[in-house]
């Protein structure tokens, strides 16, 4: 069974910084594109950022600059540094990759549980 497991959350004062990790566990064929996305009290959840399997990202307009995000693709893991964090930045933040099971020849998007990240000001 596939599994999605964050870490890294927490409570940091505005302008600070937090390291975000995921890793997908359990009988994986391939993983294409990894991501993180967030969603704020009374809002949509959103993109923040994603990566391809060749390391290519693309960022949401409001971190760019401030997040990046990488991947360790032998460990099936994908980390988000956050710096100059801002209280708008407080959601929670969810790991997301589009994979291929083991044995399966069907690809899907899973999702992690949800990280809290909040940004006192």
């Known amino acids: 069974q596939v599994q999605l497991v964050e870490s890294g959350g927490g409570l940091v004062p505005a302008g600070g910084s937090l390291r975000l990790s995921c890793v997908a566990s359990g009988n994986i064929f391939s993983i294409r594109a990894m991501g993180w996305y967030r969603q704020a009290p009374g809002k949509q959840r959103e993109l923040v950022a994603s990566i391809t399997a060749r390391g290519s990202a693309n960022y949401a307009a409001s971190v760019k600059d401030r997040f990046t995000i990488s991947r360790d693709n032998a460990k099936n893991t994908v980390s988000l540094q956050m710096n100059s964090l801002k209280p708008e930045d407080t959601a929670v933040y969810y790991c997301?990759?589009?994979?291929?099971?083991?044995?399966?020849?069907?690809?899907?998007?899973?999702w992690g549980q949800g990280t809290q990240v909040t940004v006192s000001s």
């Open positions: 997301n990759a589009d994979l291929t099971p083991a044995f399966s020849g069907l690809g899907s998007v899973y």
